[in-house]
């Protein structure tokens, strides 16, 4: 075996067992924590929203709204580094996590675990990035991608893919709430009455996102079809738009109210998700 090698196969190991040490198991799980706090708070925007107040019920705005609390900069590294270790967890998991499976799960199981990777690697660095002074306003960076793909027909057809993609997200995540197939990756949790609450806590959250991603979705495809970026608004304009439906302010009052139960369910979480 050359030396080369030898290193390689060193260092992998090394980075398996940081991967499984529990200060490194601790701090991926304040992702958790991070996350929760997020949806709580663009939960808690859009029901203002709901009752006749202003906001900007996406990340930015959350992101925003916890900064301006006491101890905001702090709270904010604190996600940031949370949701970092997080992602790095997810990397984890996509070279070491698949062992014992057959090979037609590994690929799921790799691609699965990628795409987290990459939501809390962003999630990570958005909070970095406001904790660090920056800021930047999601709808219009929204609107200027929206506007740029569609200059061109090859960008038209990714944009109504993303478009898709989300719908297809929003949909596995009703699915998941309706059926409670969330709970699978969950251990440890209390016996009789606050376990119950966990699940339906879990459930009522993970619908109410999945209705937020399929309004989100279907928005980007009908942006796209119409040539119009100013309709990709991104979360804010998603759950803003549902106001325009019969009864408005009530749909987004109980979608809000729900993604407020996510927020707590992914707090809750942090404590009892496998790992």
Same mark, same amino acid.
Request: charged share 15%.
């Given at each position: 075996?050359?030396?080369?090698?030898?290193?390689?196969?060193?260092?992998?190991?090394?980075?398996?067992?940081?991967?499984?040490?529990?200060?490194?198991?601790?701090?991926?799980?304040?992702?958790?924590?991070?996350?929760?706090?997020?949806?709580?708070?663009? &939960?808690?925007? =859009?029901?203002?929203? $709901?009752? #006749?107040? !202003?906001? *900007?019920?996406?990340?930015?705005?959350?992101? +925003? %709204?916890?900064?301006?609390?006491?101890?905001?900069?702090?709270?904010?590294?604190?996600?940031?580094?949370?949701?970092?270790?997080?992602?790095?967890?997810?990397?984890?998991?996509?070279?070491?996590?698949?062992?014992?499976?057959?090979?037609?799960?590994?690929?799921?199981?790799?691609?699965?675990?990628?795409?987290?990777?990459?939501?809390?690697?962003?999630?990570? &660095?958005?909070? =970095?990035?406001?904790? $660090?002074? #920056?800021? !930047?306003? *999601?709808?219009?960076?929204?609107?200027?991608? +929206? %506007?740029?793909?569609?200059?061109?027909?090859?960008?038209?057809?990714?944009?109504?893919?993303?478009?898709?993609?989300?719908?297809?997200?929003?949909?596995?995540?009703?699915?998941?709430?309706?059926?409670?197939?969330?709970?699978?990756?969950?251990?440890?949790?209390?016996?009789?009455?606050?376990?119950?609450?966990?699940?339906?806590?879990?459930?009522?959250?993970?619908?109410?996102?999945?209705?937020?991603?399929?309004?989100?979705?279907?928005?980007?495809?009908?942006?796209?079809?119409?040539?119009?970026?100013?309709?990709?608004?991104?979360?804010?304009?998603?759950?803003?738009?549902?106001?325009?439906?019969?009864?408005?302010?009530?749909?987004?009052?109980?979608?809000?109210?729900?993604?407020?139960?996510?927020?707590?369910?992914?707090?809750?979480?942090?404590?009892?998700?496998?790992?």
């Amino acid at each position: 075996m050359s030396e080369a090698k030898r290193q390689a196969d060193k260092a992998v190991d090394t980075a398996e067992d940081v991967s499984e040490s529990k200060a490194f198991e601790i701090a991926a799980r304040a992702g958790y924590i991070a996350a929760g706090l997020l949806h709580l708070l663009i &939960g808690v925007i =859009a029901l203002r929203v $709901a009752m #006749g107040g !202003s906001g *900007s019920a996406d990340q930015s705005g959350a992101i +925003s %709204a916890l900064g301006d609390g006491p101890g905001g900069a702090l709270l904010l590294w604190g996600c940031a580094l949370g949701s970092i270790a997080l992602a790095l967890f997810m990397v984890s998991e996509v070279f070491f996590g698949a062992r014992g499976l057959k090979d037609s799960d590994k690929l799921k199981f790799r691609a699965k675990n990628g795409a987290k990777a990459v939501t809390y690697g962003v999630i990570g &660095g958005t909070f =970095a990035s406001y904790a $660090a002074g #920056g800021s !930047s306003d *999601s709808s219009e960076s929204t609107q200027n991608l +929206s %506007a740029s793909l569609m200059s061109n027909p090859a960008g038209s057809i990714l944009l109504m893919a993303i478009g898709a993609g989300v719908m297809v997200v929003g949909g596995y995540f009703v699915y998941s709430g309706a059926t409670r197939h969330f709970t699978k990756n969950l251990s440890g949790l209390p016996g009789k009455g606050a376990g119950t609450a966990v699940i339906r806590l879990g459930m009522v959250g993970y619908i109410a996102k999945g209705v937020a991603l399929l309004v989100l979705g279907l928005l980007f495809i009908v942006a796209t079809v119409k040539n119009n970026p100013e309709e990709s608004t991104g979360l804010d304009g998603a759950l803003k738009s549902l106001q325009d439906q019969p009864y408005g302010a009530w749909i987004l009052g109980v979608v809000a109210l729900g993604l407020i139960a996510y927020g707590v369910f992914m707090v809750i979480r942090s404590r009892y998700q496998k790992m």
